[in-house]
């Protein structure tokens, strides 16, 4: 006996989009329900095992029951749109796994799941129907199964004739007279007023059916007899309306729909990494998946002598592509560069480990040789690389492409860009083995660097994000010294001041207890001194960040909790971290990545040195152990002002707002002046921070309803607050509008450099997701131009540096700032220097301004 599967489309569909959480492409396609239709497909094959496949759907046009019932699912909400924009792409997958699809005018796909699973039952076909629908179990006898998903598609309760009526007490027909006694407001089936589903079920297993029930009437009293009498036609036609049909005129051969001998695995493949579905590729099958390896085995020849070393060097192509694997946080130890790979004519392995044993001079020569040749190189994830070489001295020349930048830049919110996913990505190949990885690195480049040229990203990459990996690895390699003996004196003050606190907390308390322990904090605050719950967890009282602030102003505790919170984390993280990062040197060597925020913006590693809070003076303090790398240096900072409000001033063209840069009016007393119609001079200090916030607010998007919880105002007066700053600047008020609806045509937004976000949540039916759509487009073409800026400052800046043979050196990067170790005898030339590149690094319509500072601590540059 075969078996078939049936599976019903838009019930399926529905289940797994609400059941998984959104998904979208790069393109902004949602596909969260074609991958959980799909995972739950290819379970069901493995448990089932079945010969035949089908799937069914609903057509637009009107069926038999609509013609029949006007109301007929009158009411039903409408699809979401998100939903509906999957079910073309699963058609066409379903179609390369030769799935038949089912669908025809007139009828539902039920009557089309009833029609196959009773035609296959007659030739002795063993059937599976998957759904979500109940009402397919009228459908259940001994042959044909029904599969009832729950919770999503991941969970399945079978019935068949006899379980249905072990757990309903009625045969798999008498459901169908249950439904027309009780109707179904899914579907706007009337049924009879007043009988529910216990009633129905009761009256359906004593007379059998429908008709059963009205000619027994005379047994029956009370409204349940009255209403049954005055719909007795109500009840046969919800009877009608509920019964599935069993032969609807679709002319069928089952052996034409045997689903494996068909089954499209290239083009499946092809689908799966354009949805970006890689964790399905490898349930494709075995035999098909053995054809994605090349024909040609591919060799690696081992470079482990100095005599294979030399004769490599001296027969190098014009392009030449790098791969290494780096491992531990010794930087600088050669020895971490465990693997050396170079394709040039052909594929290498270099072991450097065992030619620095062999003769660690020849080697350092022969590397040099080979990094400093002419070549163009290809490199993946080059900085590193960059790093580790530059402790011998050696620079890569001619440094023309990195993978993994490019890769970045085209799409800025992937998780990881090894090369096993780049090569899945863009050349749909999976490959077992860097042999396979390293002789396709070539195929790999061209189809990034077109894909750059095709996204008009061409500067973007090869005038700032290139350049800039050598930046970084100048700035990794320098380091910031810091002063251990002041750092262990700050860690004392820490400990003294945290223990003070702790002390301050349990006087206000009355009793000691784990002020980090949220359930023993929760009692404290809600119990003994009764504070106004804001927000319950499973485990008892939230005592979150956000419930702190909303309880501040009840009890002065909220205050000294916070602060206690602040100083334990500022304490483990950027004190005893701190502490445990110092290198031999006596300086921090943070890792600068280009790869990691979908803003642009660098981010800093191992310490991350970009997010010590400074709210607190002892936040602050911890800049104070940052010092100079000898007694001949300061710290320079140099920090753009308001380079977010210069950006948007520009890109929105607003007059008003271009103004007050160009006359060097401070901006947010200039909006303060606006918002609350005063001469500049009358404009108080109050004012205008409740102008910057407006300012501030205004390039993140901000509500009437955030800005009046910042505020400490109305709602009503912070929609008047923005109400007024829109007809100050009305080109703001248009950039914005214009931004956010090209975000909606085309999901994504640029910068000025032509950095691309994708926004696929701008299109979402969910308000609140919708709402963070809006922001995301509003923000994300500034945030990423002021980025973008930073970043080619730092290029001219450490060009200019080396340009002048200074000895001066950029040493870190924070948001809108650059330090600089600078020395005393440089001091005049680099303040100048970095001034004129940082504020002429680009054309604008208003001036860039940059604010220099000197210090003999970061502390004191500041």
């Known amino acids: 006996m075969g078996k078939l599967v049936i599976l019903d489309g838009h019930s399926l569909m529905n289940r797994a989009f609400y059941a998984i959480p959104p998904l979208t492409t790069a393109e902004g396609l949602h596909t969260n329900a074609i991958f959980g239709f799909i995972n739950m497909l290819f379970k069901i094959r493995e448990d089932i095992k079945p010969d035949y496949i089908v799937t069914t759907f609903d057509r637009k046009a009107p069926t038999f029951r609509h013609e029949e019932y006007q109301d007929y699912k009158a009411g039903r909400k409408r699809m979401p749109d998100e939903l509906h924009e999957q079910f073309e792409p699963l058609k066409d997958i379903l179609s ?53 998903t729950k919770k999503g598609v991941s969970e399945r309760e079978v019935y068949d004739r006899n379980r249905m009526i072990e757990d309903y007490g009625v045969t798999p027909t008498q459901f169908i007279d249950v439904k027309g006694l009780m109707g179904d407001a899914s579907d706007n089936i009337p049924g009879v007023p007043g009988i529910g589903e216990k009633t129905a079920y009761k009256l359906i297993k004593e007379y059998g059916s429908i008709e059963g029930v009205l000619d027994n009437l005379d047994k029956l009293k009370g409204k349940i007899k009255e209403n049954l009498e005055s719909h007795c036609e109500d009840a046969i036609f919800s009877k009608k309306l509920a019964t599935i049909i069993t032969n609807v005129p679709i002319d069928i051969d089952l052996d034409d729909i045997k689903s494996q001998e068909a089954y499209d695995v290239k083009a499946l493949r092809e689908l799966f990494f354009k949805y ?10 075995e035999e098909e998946n053995q054809g994605q390896k090349p024909a040609v085995e591919v060799v690696i020849e081992k470079i482990s002598t100095l005599v294979d070393f030399e004769k490599l060097t001296e027969n190098v192509d014009t392009e030449l592509f790098i791969v290494h ?103 749909h190949e999976t490959y077992q083995d860097i042999s396979q990885e390293i002789s396709n690195l070539s195929n790999l480049y061209q189809r990034l660097k077109e894909k750059i040229k095709e996204l008009q990203m061409e500067d973007l990459l090869y005038k700032i994000e290139l350049p800039l990996v050598k930046v970084l690895a100048d700035m990794e390699k320098v380091g910031f010294k810091v002063d251990r003996e002041q750092l262990d004196q700050l860690r004392e003050k820490f400990i003294n001041e945290i223990t003070v606190s702790q002390k301050e907390i349990y006087e206000m308390a009355g009793e000691e207890f784990n002020i980090s322990s949220p359930k ?68 921090i060597h943070s890792s600068f990545n280009q790869t990691v925020t979908t803003t642009g913006r660098l981010s800093s590693t191992e310490p991350n040195l970009q997010n010590i809070p400074i709210k607190y003076e002892m936040g602050r303090a911890i800049r104070k152990v940052f010092v100079p790398n000898d007694e001949e240096s300061l710290i320079l900072s140099a920090d753009y002002s308001q380079i977010e409000l210069r950006v948007l001033a520009h890109m929105a063209d607003d007059e008003n707002m271009k103004t007050a840069y160009l006359e060097h009016i401070d901006i947010h007393t200039k909006t303060a002046s606006e918002v609350f119609n005063l001469p500049l001079d009358q404009v108080t200090k109050e004012k205008r921070s409740a102008a910057k916030a407006v300012n501030f607010g205004i390039v993140y998007g901000i509500s009437d309803f955030a800005l009046s919880e910042d505020l400490k105002i109305s709602k009503k007066e912070a929609k008047q607050y ?141």
């Open 722 to 862: 923005i109400d007024t700053y829109f007809s100050r600047y009305p080109k703001v008020k248009e950039y914005i509008s214009s931004t956010i609806a090209k975000a909606e045509k085309e999901l994504y937004v640029n910068t000025i450099f032509n950095r691309r976000r994708f926004i696929p949540e701008i299109t979402s039916s969910n308000k609140i997701v919708k709402a963070l759509g809006d922001r995301l487009a509003m923000n994300a073409p500034i945030q990423g131009s002021a980025a973008d800026i930073i970043k080619l400052a730092m290029v001219n800046v450490s060009k200019r540096l080396k340009e002048e043979k200074l000895k001066s050196s950029l040493i870190l990067q924070v948001h809108d700032e650059i330090i600089l170790n600078v020395y005393k005898d440089e001091l005049e030339t680099v303040k100048e220097l970095v001034k004129k590149e940082m504020e002429s690094v680009i054309d604008f319509s208003v001036p860039l301004e940059v604010d220099i500072n000197t210090g003999t601590t970061w502390y004191d540059a500041k």
């Open 520 to 587: 023993q904090l929760g009692k404290i605050l809600f119990e003994k001194l009764d504070l106004p719950v804001i927000k319950k967890t499973k485990t008892g009282y939230s005592t979150n960040a956000e419930v702190l602030e909303k309880l501040k102003d009840k009890h002065p505790i909220i205050d000294k909790i916070t602060y206690y919170r602040q100083l334990t984390k500022l304490n483990s993280t950027y004190v005893e971290g701190l502490i445990h990062v110092i290198d031999q040197d006596g300086r």
């Open 276 to 285: 970006q579905f890689k964790s399905l590729i490898n349930k494709l099958p």
């Open 96 to 148: 390369k796994m030769a799935i038949n699809i089912f669908e025809i005018d007139g009828f539902e796909a039920d009557d089309l799941i009833g029609t196959l699973a009773v035609k296959a039952e007659s030739e002795g076909i063993e059937v599976y129907i998957v759904t979500g629908d109940r009402d397919a179990l009228q459908l259940a006898s001994d042959n044909i199964k029904v599969l009832l």
């Open 325 to 427: 694997e780096i491992s531990g946080k010794e930087k600088f130890s050669l020895m971490k560069l465990e693997k050396l790979y170079i394709h040039n004519s052909k594929s290498y392995e270099i072991e450097v480990q065992k030619l620095f044993e062999e003769n660690e001079e020849k080697s350092k020569e022969y590397l040099k040789k080979l990094f400093e040749n002419t070549s163009e190189k290809i490199i993946h994830n080059a900085k590193n690389l960059f790093t580790v070489l530059s402790k011998l001295d050696i620079d890569i020349n001619n440094f023309v492409f990195d993978t993994e930048i490019a890769a970045y830049l085209i799409e800025s919110s992937d998780k990881e860009y090894t090369l096993k996913t780049l090569f899945e990505t863009y050349l």
